[in-house]
Every structure is written in structure tokens, then in C-alpha cells.
């Protein structure tokens, strides 16, 4: 640890080297940027209901290259063409689907599992896509309720204010990425512009930097792809829901393309005094050259809602402990503890996004991606306090607090691939690097009532509109500014041995340099910086084209200041990287080319788990998840879709972080079983139906295993009508049998319980 006088100054390097980054790029841009006629296509996503047997990019006419030459194993060797011809031929529209064979609910090439365009059967680790087929049959709004259908994935609660995700045992709200760069502040995101959601599980330091330790969830944005699309969706539905959704773009001109998607939603909630109001818009523009091509893109989001903390358990004499756990406290599933007028979050996004991609056609291209970022975030809630249950006279104890969040981040990422051969052997080799700064304002504040910092209420009535005060605490609450710069550097291999044999190998370095300036009375400025190396290796073994078999080995470091970094600590500073290990090994079959099935086992290590107290280190832990995971999406048959799966999760403390988490503890959030499938059959061009299941074994709510939420099975449904090219409809039904159950948790006394029944209507319109 260090004192530094001042923050302001640091980073010199980290600017120098983003502006040659983006120089270069601009240089690029340039000089191969060739403006060239564009052939406008219709390509009008509601005009079928069935889709096309094959799933292959259509071919866009080009300059005709020289052709490879074939190596003694036959496959085609990767050698330097000659020049292009000087003849121009206009270049077509390349639809965002087919670049990656999205189809229905299959999806089968991504690139970020390995930053070059690679078929999943080919990427060594478990993946699972939500295309935006699937987010639009189930009506999905948010993360959470999307990840609900991913084998090994489990939402959490997130204080009601945020994105929150457990993967493979491991608690995130940072893993979050756009377009494969870094999403990372804790606030709430909507699909309305999602191409896909893809979740990337076991650790991903080597592809997306330090964190990721049970996995990463990436959206990919819809873009300006020069496809034609005119589409209005309206919908209403129970607890007040009422949204509006619009994605219009096309051709501008022979060598642009621009596309807008937008949204505003107006909501009641099924608890108690739940609002929500949220609205986005997302411009992106493409122009495109021979070689080259550039996408901008802006986003602005809006979100104001309730922070909903939900119910507190039920207090035992003697108290819970992990041998005798409690449940919920028994009440209505729209029951508000606390008082909803005075709570709530805000949030104001602001992403703004520049790629650049260009081609040399001697078997080198380059990719070089900007960000600007700027997120301004508030939360207040008063709730449930965590360190009382309702007592045996049936009270329960509520307290208060705000928090004001604020960061800027910008990044770039510059990634040069070149495809080769050594003999027979061939060669997909990424060299990359990344820098990026990030700046944080932190501040909370204590909530005070009554000249004290809790007040008693009766479970039975338990919402207060009871004012509060907040006030800084200096001696407790964060008041901090931190500046991170990162810079990275990383090198990958895709080798090919032969049709039968393929492995992978890539390690990436990060220097990750954090300074917290503590701005309470008598803080201190701490800084910390961390070299942190993480590999990744695996092996495939393709027995037949469309089977195969994988190994893979990774490891990631999340540093000491954690998920959020916004303070830092003496104590802190001095303490060293989580680390995470994982090793898996698993099976793909594309069964036909339009069904996909998967099976992995894992064995992941979490290691130095910190448990901090008061702002000080006082343990280090050590979990173990040992995993089993099944999936199948795609097309039974030509009517018939599917996707989901089962996953066996058992992840335990390993060594003691705390007095009450101990070893043999179950991590909270973590059934041991869980199996969800969700099934689509069209009938004819006019009607189809959907069907879909939800299990979780019972689980606890947090780690020191003394809340048990109970098992349950949850049935979703839905009706599709398509009246003709222009007008489709559909029925949501959210839990189908009025199931009671419990959704997630943050903390003991913050329970989430599922929503009753709810319908949600919706018309779309495309002109």
C-alpha cells in the first residue's frame, strides 16, 4: 500500500496508448474505407413462420480473390493472396443472423468465446445463447428473468436495484458485457435492443480481463445490418403493465445503414406499491467499404422504479443456525416491508460506441473497438434490516440507507487476427490489447428515524410511511473517489491439427491500478496495483463433423477491491487477488443442423475469498463447486422448438470466511438441482402455442445456510397468432398454476417471492 497526495495526473500511459489505438484504427478507417453500392434487401423477420432448412451466411458478391492452395491433408492451407482485381462489384446487405447462423433458437457461431467467429461445436467451455426469437416468445424484459432458462445460472436479488446473476456458484453484478467489452455498474438493463444474450460459464479472464470467475454474460446489440425492418410492439398486461417497443431501419444509401430501436415502459409491479418507469433509445449506423467497416452506436436508458427488498424470515428460539435453518416469514407475496414513497432507484445510462474492422486479404484483420460510458446511479431503500428476523412477539425491524453511484468508463480494444499454416497445420493466432479508465464517486448515507437507525413495525402491517432522514455517517459510510486504468495485453492460438484434433492456448496479462481516495474527515488515499497473468488451454477431439469432445483449463483473479471497486482500504490494499481455477470437460453434438445438445462436468476452486467487517479483512475462505450440466435447443422438428436443461451445482465452503459460514455450508443461491425447459410448436402459418418449466431444488438464502427457501416447479405458458405479413400477437402467461414460491434472495431478511399469476398481451406490427 501507498499514500498519494492526489488522484488526478495518473494514467498518462493508459491515454497515450488508447489514442495510438484509436489513431491506428482511424488511419485504417481511411485509407481502405471504399464507399461502395449497397443491394438493398427485404428481408422482413415476420413474413415466415418456418425457417429455412439451412442456416449458412448468404454470400455477398465480392472481387474474386486467388484461391488457396490445398495442403497434402486436403484441407485448404492458408496462404497470401495475390492483389484484388481493380474491378467493383456492388457489395450486398450481410444480415446480423446469418453472420452468426442464428435461426429460431439456435445460434451456431459466436466470437466471444475465442475473438474470432467460431462455431460453438468448436469453442471448449459450456456456452448457452438466448437468441432474439426465444427473449421475444417469452416476453422478456430484463436479465434476470431471462437466465432463469440457463442451466447453472440463478438470479439474485440484487437489493432490488440490479442486475445480479449467480454463475456456477459465484455471485456477480460486474460480469456484464456489450459487444465482448466491459458493462460493469450495478444497475438494471433492458433487452429491447438485444440481438442475444450469451452466457459464457466457468472462468473468462483470458477473453474479457479480471473477474468472470464463474462466468460472463454478454449482450450482443442489434445493429445496422441494411436489412429493412418496420416493427411496432405494444403490450399490456396484469399489475398495470403497459410498454411500447419500436426497431425501424435499412438502407440509407449504397454504402450506409441505419437502424433505431426505442423503448418506454410504464409498469405496476405484483407487490405492493412496485412502479416502474423505464425508457431507451439505441441509434446505430453502419458504413461500409470493400474491406472495411465501421459501426457507431449511442444508447441512452432511463430507469425509476421501487427498490423492493421483499420479506424478511421468520425468527426461531433458539435462533436459526445452519443445522436448524428458519423459512420466510409466512405472509402475501405483495406484502412491501418498509416504506415504498422512500424507496427507490434511479438510474441514467449513457454508451456511446465506435468499431472499426478491416480486412487485408493476406490472411491478417484487425478489429479495433471504442467506448464511452457514463452512468449515473441512485438507490435508496428502506427495508428488512439484515440482522433481525421477525421476533416471537411478530415484529420485524426496518432500516434505512442511500447510496449515490457514479462512473465513467472508457476503453479500447484493439485485436489483430491473422490466419496461417505451418504444413498441414493451420493457425487462427489473435493478438490483442486493452486499455481503459475508469472513475467512480461513491457516497452513502445512514437512514435515522426517531433518533435512532431502526424502527420496529408489526409483521403483520408491516409498510410505514414513517419518514426518515439520511444522514453521513463518517466513521461507517463510504465517501470515496477511485480512478482505475487498466492495461492488458493478451496472445491466443486456434490451432487445427487435422479435422479430428483441435487445441487452444492464449494468456493475457492485465495491470490493474486502482486508487481510492477516501473523502470523509481524516481519510486516507490508498492505491493498490496488481500484474495479474491468466491462461486458458483446451483440446478438442472431433470423432465425426459433428461431434465433439473437449478439455479445458483457465484460471481468473478478481482483485482486492472486488466486483465494484469503488473504495478501497488500508486493509484491502495489502491483501491479494481472489483467484479462481476451473477445470471441464464436456461433450457437443449438433444432432442435426438445427438441434444443438451438450453436456459438461466441472470442478471449480474460488480461492483468498475475502470476508470483511467493518471495512477490515478479518478471514480468508475458500468454496469448491463440482458441477454437472445437460442442454438441448433448437428444432426437433420443423414445427417443434426447444431450449433448456438440467444442472447439478454442489458448491460448498471450503474453509471458514466467517463464524457462521463454514465449511460443509451449501453457498447461498445455489440449488443442487435445477431442470428448466421451455417448448414452441407451430400448428400451421396462424397459430402456435408454448410450454415451459422451471424446477429448483430447495436452496438457502445466503451462505451461512440459516434461511431455507422451499423447492418449486413453476409452469410459464403462451399463445402466437399471425394474422398475415404485417399484424402477430401474442399471450404470456408467467406461472400458469398460481404456484407460491420463493424467487431469490440478497441477505436472510431480504426474500424475493415469485409473482403470482400474470398475463401480458402484446400486438406487433410490421410495415
Not at 444474450?197 to 464463474?214: D, H
Not at 394474422?723 to 404456484?739: G, H, P, V
Request: proline share 5%; net charge neutral.
Amino acid at each position: 500500500m501507498t499514500s498519494r497526495t492526489s488522484i488526478g495526473g495518473r494514467g498518462t500511459a493508459a491515454r497515450k496508448a488508447f489514442l495510438i489505438s484509436t489513431s491506428a484504427a482511424a488511419i485504417i478507417a481511411a485509407g481502405f474505407c471504399i464507399a461502395e453500392p449497397a443491394i438493398a434487401q427485404n428481408a422482413n423477420s415476420g413474413a415466415s413462420t418456418l425457417p429455412p432448412v439451412q442456416v449458412d451466411a448468404p454470400s455477398a458478391p465480392r472481387v474474386r480473390r486467388a484461391q488457396p492452395q490445398r495442403a497434402a491433408s486436403g484441407r485448404v492451407a492458408r496462404t497470401r493472396p495475390v492483389a484484388p482485381q481493380p474491378v467493383r462489384q456492388p457489395l450486398s446487405v450481410n444480415p446480423q443472423d446469418a453472420q452468426s447462423g442464428q435461426v429460431g433458437y439456435i445460434t451456431r457461431n459466436i466470437s466471444s468465446g475465442t475473438k474470432t467467429n467460431t462455431a460453438l461445436l468448436n469453442v471448449p467451455q459450456s456456452v448457452t445463447v438466448l437468441t432474439k426469437e426465444f427473449i421475444r416468445d417469452q416476453d422478456f424484459r430484463s436479465i434476470g428473468e431471462a437466465v432463469r432458462y440457463v442451466p447453472g445460472v440463478v438470479p439474485h436479488q440484487g437489493e432490488g436495484n440490479r442486475d445480479d446473476v449467480v454463475i456456477r456458484g459465484q455471485r456477480t453484478n460486474a460480469d456484464f458485457f456489450i459487444d465482448g467489452i466491459r458493462d460493469d455498474v450495478q444497475y438494471f438493463r433492458d433487452l429491447y435492443n438485444t440481438q442475444r444474450i450469451e452466457v459464457l460459464k466457468g472462468p473468462n479472464a483470458m477473453i474479457f480481463g479480471r473477474g468472470g470467475g464463474g462466468g460472463v454474460i454478454n449482450r450482443v446489440q442489434k445493429e445496422a445490418d441494411g436489412v429493412s425492418i418496420r416493427e411496432v410492439t405494444v403490450q399490456g398486461g396484469s399489475f398495470d403493465n403497459k410498454r411500447v417497443t419500436i426497431d425501424t431501419g435499412g438502407a440509407v444509401n449504397e454504402n450506409v445503414a441505419a437502424r433505431i430501436n426505442a423503448m418506454y415502459e410504464n409498469s405496476g409491479t405484483y407487490r405492493d406499491y412496485g412502479h416502474l418507469e423505464r425508457y431507451g433509445i439505441n441509434p446505430t449506423v453502419t458504413i461500409r467499404g470493400e474491406d472495411t467497416k465501421v459501426k457507431l452506436s449511442y444508447e441512452y436508458l432511463h430507469d425509476d422504479r421501487t427498490a423492493d427488498r421483499g420479506i424478511p424470515a421468520q425468527g426461531t428460539v433458539p435462533a436459526p443456525t445452519n443445522a436448524r435453518p428458519t423459512v420466510p416469514f409466512a405472509t402475501n407475496a405483495s406484502t412491501f416491508f418498509g416504506n415504498p414513497d422512500q424507496s427507490y432507484s434511479k438510474q441514467d445510462v449513457h454508451i456511446a460506441n465506435a468499431v472499426i474492422d478491416h480486412d487485408f486479404n493476406n490472411g491478417l484483420s484487425v478489429k479495433n473497438s471504442s467506448r464511452y460510458a457514463n452512468y449515473d446511479k441512485f438507490y435508496q431503500n428502506v427495508f428488512p434490516t439484515t440482522t433481525f428476523f421477525v421476533d416471537p412477539a411478530g415484529r420485524a425491524s426496518i432500516s434505512a440507507y442511500n447510496n449515490l453511484a457514479q462512473r465513467e468508463n472508457l476503453f479500447n480494444q484493439t485485436d489483430w487476427t491473422y490466419k496461417t499454416n505451418t504444413g498441414p497445420v493451420l493457425h487462427t493466432i489473435v493478438f490483442g490489447t486493452e486499455f481503459g479508465r475508469q472513475n467512480t464517486f461513491s457516497l452513502r448515507n445512514t437512514g435515522q428515524i426517531n433518533g435512532g437507525t431502526t424502527l420496529l413495525v408489526p409483521a403483520s402491517s408491516p409498510t410505514t410511511f414513517a419518514p426518515w432522514s439520511f444522514i453521513h455517517n463518517n466513521a461507517s459510510d463510504n465517501n470515496s473517489y477511485a480512478t482505475l486504468d487498466v492495461a492488458s495485453v493478451y496472445i491466443q492460438d486456434q490451432i487445427e491439427v487435422s479435422r479430428y484434433l483441435q487445441f487452444i492456448g492464449g494468456v493475457r496479462y492485465d495491470r490493474f491500478d486502482l486508487t481510492s481516495q477516501n473523502l470523509n474527515p481524516g481519510g486516507t488515499v490508498d492505491s493498490r496495483v496488481d500484474n495479474l497473468v491468466s491462461p486458458r488451454a483446451g483440446v478438442i477431439i472431433k470423432p465425426v463433423d459433428n461431434v465433439s469432445v473437449y478439455g479445458s483449463y483457465s484460471i481468473s483473479y478478481l482483485p482486492s477491491a472486488g466486483d465494484q471497486f469503488s473504495s478501497l482500504t488500508p486493509s484491502l490494499a495489502v491483501t491479494v487477488p481472489e483467484k479462481f481455477i476451473n477445470n471441464e470437460v464436456g461433450v457437443k453434438w449438433d444432432i442435426t443442423p438445427r438441434l444443438q445438445a451438450s453436456a459438461a462436468i466441472y470442478d471449480l476452486d474460488r480461492e483468498n475469498q475475502r470476508f470483511i467487517q467493518n471495512g477490515l479483512v478479518v478471514a480468508f475462505g475458500k468454496t469448491n463447486t463440482k458441477g454437472a450440466e445437460l442442454s438441448l435447443t433448437g428444432y426437433v422438428t420443423d414445427q417443434w422448438q426447444v431450449t433448456g436443461g438440467y444442472a447439478y451445482t454442489d458448491a460448498r465452503i471450503v474453509d471458514a470466511s466467517s463464524a457462521t459460514i463454514v465449511p460443509g455450508n451449501r453457498v447461498g443461491l445455489v440449488p443442487l438441482n435445477t431442470f428448466t425447459m421451455w417448448n414452441k410448436y407451430q400448428f400451421n402459418e396462424m397459430w402456435g402455442a408454448g410450454l415451459g418449466v422451471i424446477h429448483y431444488d430447495d436452496f438457502f438464502a445466503t451462505s451461512d445456510d440459516t434461511v431455507k427457501l422451499k423447492a418449486f416447479t413453476r409452469v410459464d405458458a403462451a399463445v402466437y397468432f399471425r394474422l398475415d405479413k404485417t399484424w402477430r400477437a401474442q399471450l404470456n402467461i408467467e406461472n400458469l398454476f398460481d404456484t407460491s414460491y420463493y424467487a431469490t434472495a440478497d441477505a436472510p431478511n431480504n426474500i424475493t417471492p415469485g409473482s403470482p399469476r400474470a398475463f401480458r398481451a402484446s400486438v406487433t406490427a410490421n410495415f
